[in-house]
C-alpha cells in the first residue's frame, strides 16, 4: 500500500518515518533565542536612558538588537522547507549582534569608560545569575556599582550606571553570540549530511514511486 501523504514516505534509520516537512520553529526553547531576547530587552532600555532617543545611535542599537531575535525566530520557522535559509538567517543574527558588541565597545570608549577583560569575575558572577529580564539584570548592576561603596557615597551618586550596564550587556551578547556560533554549528553540519528540502523530496517522491 502506497503511504497516505508524503510526510511519512520514507523510513529513517531507526525505523520511524521521515517527514517530508520535519517539525520545525519551537524557537522560544532556544537558548540563543532566549539570551538574545534578553540582550534586545536590556538594549532597549539601556538607550533609553544612555543614548538620545533622537541620535541615529538609538534607532541603530535598538534595531540590531531586535535583528537578532527576529531572525533566530524566522530562519527556526523557515527551517522546515529550507535548511539553507535557516542556516543564513541565522547567520544574520550572529552578525547582528557582532555590530550590536561594536556599539557598546564605542559607548565605552568614546566615553572614557573601562571594558571589562575577560577574565574580569564579574562577567563570571552575571553569567551565574541567570537573569532573565531586563529588571533582573538591572538589579544586578544596581549591586555591582554599590559593592564596597558607603550608604553615604551611595546616596550622592547618580542612580545612573553607564559603564557596568554597558558591560553588563556585553557580556550578555558574549553568551548569545558563543550560543549562535555552536548553532550555526551543527545547523552547517547537519545540512551536509542530511541535506535540505530538496533532498527530502526526492527521497520522499522516489520511496513513493518503488513502494508496493
Not at 526553547?29 to 534586545?40: D, E, N, R
Not at 537578532?68 to 542556516?87: D, H, M, P, W
Not at 533582573?136 to 542612580?159: F, I, K, L
Amino acid at each position: 500500500m502506497k503511504p497516505s501523504h508524503l510526510g511519512h514516505a520514507r523510513q529513517s534509520g531507526g525505523g520511524g518515518p521521515e517527514r517530508l516537512i520535519p517539525k520545525h520553529g519551537g524557537y522560544r526553547k532556544l537558548k540563543s533565542f532566549q539570551v538574545a531576547q534578553l540582550v534586545y530587552d536590556v538594549t532597549v532600555r539601556f538607550c533609553d536612558r544612555y543614548i538620545d532617543r533622537r541620535s541615529r545611535t538609538h534607532d541603530q542599537m535598538v534595531q540590531a538588537a531586535r535583528s537578532g531575535v527576529q531572525n533566530i525566530a524566522e530562519g527556526s520557522q523557515a527551517s522546515g522547507t529550507s535548511k539553507k535559509f535557516e542556516l543564513k538567517l541565522t547567520n544574520v543574527a550572529r552578525a547582528s549582534l557582532e555590530e550590536l558588541r561594536l556599539d557598546y565597545e564605542d559607548f565605552l570608549r568614546q566615553r572614557g569608560l573601562p571594558l571589562w577583560p575577560r577574565d574580569d569575575p564579574r562577567r563570571a558572577r552575571l553569567i551565574e545569575r541567570r537573569c532573565t529580564s531586563a529588571a533582573e539584570v538591572a538589579a544586578w548592576v544596581r549591586e555591582v556599582r554599590d559593592s564596597g561603596r558607603s550608604g553615604q557615597e551611595r546616596a550622592s551618586t547618580p542612580s545612573t550606571y553607564p559603564g557596568v550596564a554597558a558591560n553588563a550587556a556585553l557580556v550578555l551578547i558574549a553568551v548569545a553570540c558563543g550560543l549562535l556560533d555552536r548553532q550555526l554549528a551543527a545547523l552547517a553540519e547537519a545540512f551536509e549530511q542530511e541535506g535540505g528540502f530538496t533532498e527530502r523530496l526526492y527521497r520522499t517522491r522516489r520511496q513513493t514511486r518503488s513502494a508496493p
